[in-house]
């Protein structure tokens, strides 16, 4: 069974800075492509940022040139380190792992739990 584990929320007044952490866990073999998703109660979850296993690298425009996706292969760990907060960024952020194979079996996509970012104005 594989998880992921998010961490890293928390509170940050507008225009500070949060890194939030992903550990994905289950005798991984490979990922395909990871991303982190965010999501505001009574709104869609909407993707922010994606990372392939090549090193390619997407983000949302409303993100653009403030968030920073990385990711270590070799132990399973992604980032999103997040500059320039505003409270429009205030939701409940995901990552997601697609693609995962594993010695048992293979999952098309995993979520983690998620975790609370907050913007303070």
């Known amino acids: 069974q594989v998880q992921l584990v998010e961490s890293g929320g928390g509170v940050v007044q507008t225009g500070g800075p949060l890194r939030l952490s992903c550990v994905a866990s289950?005798?991984?073999?490979?990922?395909?492509?990871m991303g982190w998703h965010r999501q505001v109660p009574g709104k869609q979850r909407e993707m922010v940022a994606g990372?392939?296993?090549?090193?390619?690298?997407l983000y949302a425009d409303s993100v653009k040139g403030r968030f920073l996706i990385s990711g270590n292969n070799a132990n399973y760990t992604w980032y999103l380190q997040m500059n320039n907060l505003k409270p429009e960024d205030t939701a409940v952020y995901y990552c997601?792992?697609?693609?995962?194979?594993?010695?048992?079996?293979?999952?098309?996509?995993?979520w983690g739990q998620g975790t609370l970012v907050t913007v303070s104005s």
């Open positions: 997601n792992a697609v693609r995962v194979v594993t010695r048992g079996a293979d999952y098309s996509e995993v």
């Open positions: 289950g005798s991984i073999s490979s990922v395909n492509a």
């Open positions: 990372i392939t296993s090549g090193g390619s690298t």
